[in-house]
Structure formats: C-alpha cells, structure tokens
C-alpha cells in the first residue's frame, strides 16, 4: 500500500495503472470503517501477488483529489485500470466481497502468465531463438487459451517455420467465429499462399514464367493469382498486393473476390502491432488534476505503407 498526495498521484495512481490495475482505498482519519477495511485490502493485495497495487487517499489531507473522484463518503474504494476508473464500491465490504468485486476486473492468473510468456517470446523472436520462442508461445496458450494476441503469434510463426498442420489446426476455432477475426482470416490467407507453393507446381516457377503467361493473356487472373501467392509465400508483399491489384482493378469479383480478400490479409499481416497498453501523454481533468491520455505515435514506416496500400485498394474498388 502506498500514501497517495496531488503530488504523486500521477505516477503512482494514473501512470501505474496503465500496467497494472490500482485500488484506490479513499479513507479518514476520524472513519471506523474505514480502519476495518484497511487490514481486508492489504491481507488481499498480498494475496493476489501483483494482480494490482493498493493505494490510500486521506480524503481531509487531500480533498483536491476526493473532489475529482467526487466522493461523498468514506470509505469508498475506486478500481484504476489504464489510467481510468472502471469501478468501485463504498463502505466496508468483507473480504468475499471485495475478492468479487477485483475477479471482475482484475486478469487471471493464467491470463497474467500468458502475457508474461509472449513477451518473453518476443524477445526470443528478436533474438533468433525461434524454437524456445514456439515453446513460450504454446505455454502461453495452454495457460489462457482465450489470449488472442498468443494465439496469433503462435501461429503466426509455425507458418514462418513451416509447420503448416500445426498452424492450422490453432487456426480452426477462431475462424469458427462470427464474425471472423480479421488477424487469423489474415493468417489463413498467408498459409494457402505456403500450401499452394508446397501443392501446386506453379510454386516453383519462376516469375518469368508467369510474366511470359500474363503477358499472352493479361486477364489470365488465376496466374497472376498464383504469381501474388507465391511472391506472399515469399515475403515479397508489395509486390504481390501490386499484382492482387491488376486482378482487382480488371475484375473486382473474380473468383469470390479472392483477390481482395488476399490484398486485406496482406496489410493485416503487415499493420503495425496494436501496444497492449496505451502510451501516455500529460492532460488535465476538470478538477485540475493531471492525468494521462492516450498519444498518437507519428507513422512509422509500416504504418504509412500500409496506409498507402490501403488508398491504392480504395481507390481500385471505386
């Protein structure tokens, strides 16, 4: 538990709220309830091991604060998440009550172990360790299979190493959503383009012979198809959007718009990941206390390819 003034308010409530959730325990000096609910707090925030923080506000010491949170009577107990209050309850609660009030809210132990994986994968990533970085990304499934953004890495890179069976079988139950997930219709995409150069013998051509096809027929969409999926297969994604868009530009529903629906998988495979929390950037409230906003990074170089494709495709469609 940490004692909260004006001053610190910023970085020990708002700021430490954008990683880990933070209680916020409003209480007086002169307050029974407020003594018996204290030991309630702390004996739980021992007991959820970093699930949040604990913080207390001397609302007679600090009433600049209790007026931005409007509050009225004590002890009354606000719940920060992402630097925003979700929710909170007044008056002293047992300590059931209070555990039901933060399992609302707080993630789970397997949810916290997963996040805690995938970052450990990422830096494994960056560090070439692909095999140890596929482990971390199954342990992190197994501990929450409802973590999306694991699963998604996951079978991301067994498509990326060639394990194709694997990839699709992760893939089977979010595309049984409805409506379908973007990202894993995206992967799905991206592993037809790997199958089809496993299964087709166009895979193996050159893009030479390709050319010399569509150069006879320039409609001939199902080779500059196979040409787009083979230069995905490969990474070489501006040039397979440049070749999806001749097929769009010429025949917008050829083949149940296979084309476009391959050119959206594409920018969604190369969008910028989403960060899993929100920066933050200085702002007033009302109550003059400062708090923390969401910033707007500058585009980086993937964005505004992305952005560039994606005007290019807008435009082909009109």
């Known amino acids: 538990m940490i ?6 308010f910023e970085s020990e409530v708002v700021a430490a709220s954008m990683a880990t959730p933070v209680l916020v325990d409003f209480w007086a000096t002169w307050c029974g309830p407020c003594k018996t609910l204290v030991p309630t707090l702390e004996k739980l925030e021992a007991a959820y091991a970093g699930r949040f923080k ?15 949170f409007g509050i009225r009577s004590v002890p009354t107990c606000v719940l920060m998440v992402g630097g925003k209050p979700v929710d ?6 047992t300590e059931g009550q209070v555990r039901e009030f933060l399992d609302k809210h707080l993630p789970s132990e397997g949810e916290l172990m997963a996040e805690s994986e995938v970052d450990e994968a990422q830096q494994l990533i960056e560090s070439g360790d692909t095999q140890a ?13 409802s973590n999306d953004d694991a699963r998604f890495d996951y079978v991301r890179l067994l498509i990326a190493s060639g394990d194709y069976e ?19 219709e995206a992967l799905q995409h991206w592993l037809q ?11 193996n051509w050159e893009l030479a012979q390709f050319d010399a096809a569509i150069a006879q027929n320039k409609r001939d969409f199902d080779t500059r198809f196979a040409k787009a999926q083979v230069l995905a297969a490969e990474g070489q994604w501006t040039a397979a959007m440049d070749e999806l868009l001749e097929i769009i530009m010429r025949d917008k529903e050829w083949n149940g718009q296979a084309a476009r629906k391959l050119f959206v998988g594409i920018l969604e495979l190369l969008a910028p990941a989403k960060p899993k929390k929100p920066d933050a950037v200085p702002g007033k409230t009302a109550g003059g ?11 980086d170089q993937a964005t505004a390819l992305v952005n560039s494709y994606r005007r290019k495709l807008s435009m082909a469609l009109n």
């Not at 383009?193 to 895979?203: K, S």
């Open 3 to 8: 004692d909260i003034t004006v001053e610190n």
């Open 54 to 68: 604990l913080a207390k506000v001397d609302v007679d010491a600090n009433q600049q604060i209790a007026g931005m």
């Open 88 to 93: 909170g309850f007044m008056g002293a609660q």
């Open 133 to 145: 970085a596929l482990q971390k990304l199954a342990d992190a499934l197994t501990a929450d299979p």
């Open 166 to 184: 694997q990839a699709a079988s992760l893939l089977h139950e979010p595309l049984k959503r409805i409506p379908k997930p973007l990202q894993f």
């Open 193 to 203: 383009c790997m199958l089809f150069v496993q299964q087709d013998e166009r895979g």
């Open 289 to 299: 206390i400062e708090l923390l906003g969401k910033n707007t990074a500058e585009q």
